[in-house]
């Protein structure tokens, strides 16, 4: 491989990556993703596929706005299907306090202008009968949508690829040397070989892996590596169109066109970003089927196909790393996208692009700078507990009970 | 004690599970099936009068021994019939039984898992009344059912000439037997397979058996098509230098060969490795099954090496197993073992040149093909994908953008027709090859076995 000239040299080829060099190319500017593995083979090809407004923290919203404009008429832009459809969003209660919640998410998405209607247990069952009487409230956001998360990453490197960009899979990011005011980006690929990559600018999009990168440029980025538990069923007929989410996580499922049902269910389990693979535990699985079985009765008249889980960059405060690099003029972060990246991403692209374009973004992403890490006191306390919890080993001869 | 649990009771799991029974540690034994046997040794089911003895000829001795033994291994351990191991974790196996959910701890798993039918798509593979070679053999055995009354028996496999000949002994007509590897194929292999010249001798006996019954055998053939509307009515072929032949039946019974079923060794944490002879992935092993930290692969599930190479292998197994954990036994003759499996395996690779898996195939068939029939995905299909990718695709890529083996079998049946399509595409040396990857369950679970676990 010859030597490699450009404006942008973008680490890591997820959808944030892939999604960045599209906005990039279309300001003109030129383009290379260093992927080491496949375009959108990480926690992008993965996700459950859902592009929730619905509950998304008050700070992020604004910018979930902005991204899910991009998304409604992304596919005309990049001339194939993604899947999006607009099947809404319906956040379940189970309890009183699950219900305090939906009415306070029902205040902030209507103060935006969303569409969100709250249903009292009667009403909720009855618009969607297969739910149980353990469901006391519901509601439901009409605009929130899903795509088919394995076709987004390599449906947006096409799209860059037509407009320009290169997108160079198989090549690792080893280090990064500065000089004359240039990015040397030294890479490593499978054969050995060691292609050089120098650019103007540099984008940070290693997902779970970021940390890493900044590293190199004396940034802490508080990073951990965590994966939803994922289930699909076999194709039953079409019964649930819009994706429903108990509002505290602990379970959430959609329909697929096809009928596949895929299942979630938080904690999510911290897994080992080093392995680069992550599996569901048995444990989990069980326990997941139990909590969907009580909430739709039905399912449990079906199957369980799969399960799988992604590697995916979190920090505590579940919000992402997005911006410029508080030590190097040129370096821009993107990630920590801590389990909402794909719906956020169209829009945290165009804010790199115009950061790098224009020196300035119309974007709101104040709140995301790196610099919030440093700073004490501002950040958005969480309890951890009942986010994550560690991969449990299943009990020696025990049942799961 | 130390337990150790051996997943399959055919050949390789019983004989393992024979050794494990007399040393001094727990010993569980768990099948899906409800009866010992594997695919191999399959008993009918309770209260049907199968004449075995009429139907198995000279493997009736093999089989009366087997199930003899069978019946004392497992009256000495755990025996779990009818149990779906679906999941390994963290040093237990997940197990499904009778609607409940079970985990069961383990300090050595001797993984005795066996094959399926490897498959090569073919227009019309998909019809009613088309079944695999080991899926009509299974039908016979276990319920004394024939898959139709004129029956073609094609494919690439030693086991056409063994099915065909119980078919006539069952009382069916076998209107062909379409062997599509050449005969000179058959005799370039015959160095190898005089490594067992006790099987290669019964192999023999059925081809000429079928000959004085007027059952026309044809070597070299390529399957052009199975026919039908509502379902299969006809096999066309194309014979060496002929023209293509329609040869009317009313049921089919189809393979090539053998998959060894790796899902719960990749699970277990197994290294799996390309084996070019076989063309297909397998756990990498020493000659005694050691597969990794406390796990152990015996018997098809590992290298396809047939019921005799899998009990030699499922004794190697648990000798090995017992030893890593400083028990002893002295029921296995270790270098015999291995000597014995060597020549068996020479065998195996004779086999493989003999009964040729025709992975070529995947580039000439048309684009209206079915590959993946879970998910109903067309060979056009994925050429698409793979053009999309600049004409050079991985498997778990292919599948990401078309659904091929996201199905319920979860790619166990697409998955040798796919890695075909995608070496071609990428012109693999043949070494180096991606596959689909592998996640609990392993097959489908029912949901309603969650049902009492408390979230
Ligand atoms: C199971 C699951 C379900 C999810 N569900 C949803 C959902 O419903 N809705 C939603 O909005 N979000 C969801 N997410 C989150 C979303 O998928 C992520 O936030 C998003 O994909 C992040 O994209 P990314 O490009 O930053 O990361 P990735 O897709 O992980 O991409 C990072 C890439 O960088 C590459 N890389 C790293 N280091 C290097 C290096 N040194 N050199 C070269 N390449 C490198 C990696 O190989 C990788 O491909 C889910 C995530 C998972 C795992």
């Known amino acids: ?401 | 004690m130390a337990r150790v649990v051996v997943i399959g009771a055919g050949p390789a799991g019983i004989a393992a599970a024979e050794v494990l029974s007399r040393a001094s540690v727990e010993v569980a034994v768990i099948d899906e099936a409800p009866r010992a046997g594997g695919q191999y040794h399959r008993a009918p089911a309770p209260g049907l009068a199968l004449d075995m003895r009429r139907l198995l000829g000279t493997g009736y001795a093999a089989y009366e021994t087997f199930h003899n033994d069978a019946a004392s291994v497992c009256s000495r351990v755990d025996y779990r019939p009818g149990t779906l191991a679906w999941g390994v974790h963290g040093g237990a196996v997940h197990l499904a039984s009778r609607g409940a959910a079970k985990a069961l701890g383990y300090d050595a798993l001797v993984l005795a898992t066996g094959a399926t039918d490897r498959i090569m798509p073919v227009p019309g593979w998909t019809l009613p009344g088309v079944f695999t070679l080991g899926g009509a053999q299974a039908l016979l055995k276990d319920q004394g059912c024939l898959i139709g009354r004129r029956v073609v028996v094609c494919g690439s496999s030693p086991l056409l000439y063994l099915a065909a000949v119980q078919y006539l002994r069952a009382g069916g007509e076998i209107a062909a037997v379409i062997d599509t590897t050449r005969f000179a194929d058959k005799l370039r292999a015959l160095p190898d397979m005089l490594a067992a010249p006790r099987v290669l001798r019964d192999g023999l006996h059925h081809m000429a058996a079928l000959k004085r019954r007027g059952v026309r055998i044809i070597h070299g053939a390529t399957i052009d098509a199975f026919e039908g509307e509502e379902r299969v009515g006809a096999v066309v072929c194309t014979p060496p230098n002929r023209m293509p032949l329609r040869i009317a039946c009313d049921a089919v019974a189809y393979g090539h060969g053998l998959r060894p079923e790796t899902q719960l060794a990749e699970l277990a944490g197994c290294a799996l490795r390309f084996d070019a002879a076989q063309r297909t992935h397998v756990p990498e092993t020493d000659l005694d099954g050691r597969a990794g930290q406390g796990v152990y692969v015996a018997g098809d599930g590992g290298t396809i090496g047939g019921g005799q190479a899998a009990a030699v292998s499922g004794r190697l197994a648990a000798a090995a197993a017992l030893s890593d954990l400083g028990a002893t036994t002295n029921d296995v003759d270790l270098e015999a073992g291995r000597r014995m499996l060597q020549r068996l395996r020479r065998f195996q690779r004779g086999l493989a040149t003999a009964f040729r898996w025709p992975g070529e195939r995947a580039g000439q068939l048309d684009d209206a093909v079915i590959l993946c029939r879970c998910e109903n995905v067309t060979m056009g299909e994925v050429r698409a994908a793979i053009a999309l990718e600049d004409g050079a695709a991985e498997v778990n890529r292919i599948k990401a953008a078309t659904r091929c083996g996201m199905g319920r079998c979860q790619g166990r049946f697409c998955g040798p027709g796919l890695a075909e399509v995608a070496a071609i595409s990428a012109q693999h040396p043949g070494s180096e090859r991606d596959r689909l990857r592998v996640q609990a369950p392993i097959k489908p679970l029912p949901i309603a076995l969650a049902e009492d676990v408390v979230p």
């Open chain 1, 1 to 401: 491989m010859s030597a490699i000239d450009v404006d942008v040299a973008i680490v890591g080829g997820g959808l944030i990556g892939c999604m960045t060099a599209f906005a990039l190319c279309k300001r003109g500017r030129s383009v290379v993703v260093l992927e080491r593995g496949r375009v959108g083979g990480e926690s992008s090809g993965v996700s459950f596929g859902s592009l929730r407004l619905q509950g998304q923290h008050a700070v992020e919203l604004p910018l979930a706005l902005r991204a899910h404009e991009i998304w409604e008429t992304i596919e005309e832009e990049l001339g194939e299907s993604i899947q999006f459809a607009r099947h809404g969003h319906v956040h379940l209660a189970l309890n009183d306090e699950h219900r305090a919640r939906l009415e306070s998410n029902a205040r902030h998405g209507r103060a935006h202008g969303m569409d969100i209607t709250l249903l009292d247990r009667e009403m909720t069952l009855r618009r969607w009968p297969f739910l149980s009487d353990k469901v006391v409230a519901a509601s439901w956001s009409t605009r929130d949508a899903v795509v088919n998360p394995r076709l987004v990453a390599p449906a947006f490197a096409r799209a860059a690829r037509r407009l320009g960009a290169t997108i160079h899979e198989g090549i690792e990011v080893a280090r990064v040397e500065q000089g004359g005011g240039r990015f040397i980006v030294h890479g490593r690929m499978r054969d050995g070989s060691e292609p050089v990559i120098s650019s103007a600018a540099l984008v940070n999009a290693a997902g779970a892996w970021s940390d890493t990168l900044a590293a190199q440029f004396g940034e802490t980025i508080p990073l951990f590596a965590a994966g939803p538990a994922e289930l699909v069923t076999e194709p039953i007929p079409p019964f649930a169109a819009p994706v429903m989410h108990v509002v505290d996580g602990s379970i959430l499922f959609r329909q697929t066109d096809r009928g596949n049902v895929i299942i979630a269910g938080h904690p999510r389990m911290k897994v080992d970003a080093e392995t680069r693979r992550a599996r569901v535990p048995p444990d989990k699985i069980l326990i997941n089927l139990a909590r969907l079985v009580a909430i739709v009765p039905r399912m449990r008249a079906h199957a369980v196909i799969r399960s799988w889980t992604g590697i995916e960059g979190y920090v505590e405060d579940m919000m992402p790393v997005l911006g410029p690099s508080s030590t190097t003029p040129g370096l821009y972060h993107a990630c920590a996208f801590s389990g909402h990246g794909l719906q956020m991403g169209p829009a945290a692209a165009v804010a790199i692009a115009e950061l790098i374009a224009d020196g300035a973004t119309t974007m709101p992403i104040a709140p995301f700078d790196i610099r919030r890490f440093y700073a004490t006191g501002q950040q958005r306390t969480l309890s951890l507990a009942e986010e994550f919890q560690a991969d449990v080993l299943p009990p020696r001869d025990g049942l799961v009970r």
